[in-house]
Nanobody, 123 residues
């Protein structure tokens, strides 16, 4: 089992930055990918970024490329999402998730989920 706890969300003006954190406990290294997803009101949950614990390989949604950076600290069992140049359309509930499959983008491959942290970007 893996437990995930997100933090770092908040209210920020457009153009600002936030750093989300995801602390993993239990058996985090039994999983392969750690991912960030988001869900805006009335919309489906969507992939944002993912990273492997072992190699640090990263994947990004087109909407995140060039603005968001995912990273991990294996010693702290923590994954981060640095979000820069935030836009109002980035407003969503951001979830951290863990997958033991080899599919870094597919939401259905992620077995473990946190409760989410709210990010609100004002215009």
């Amino acid at each position: 089992q893996v437990q995930l706890v997100e933090s770092g969300g908040g209210l920020v003006q457009a153009g600002g930055s936030l750093r989300l954190s995801c602390a993993a406990s239990g058996r985090p290294f039994s999983t392969y990918y750690m991912g960030w997803f988001r869900q805006a009101p009335g919309k489906a949950r969507e992939f944002v970024a993912s990273i492997t614990w072992s190699t640090g390989n990263t994947y990004y949604a087109d909407s995140a490329k060039g603005r968001f950076t995912i990273s991990r600290d294996n010693a702290k069992n923590t994954v981060y999402l640095q979000m820069n140049s935030l836009k109002p359309e980035d407003t969503a509930l951001y979830y951290c998730a863990a997958s033991s499959s080899l599919l870094p983008v597919s939401i259905r491959s992620y077995e473990y989920w946190g409760q989410g942290t709210q990010v609100t970007v004002s215009s």
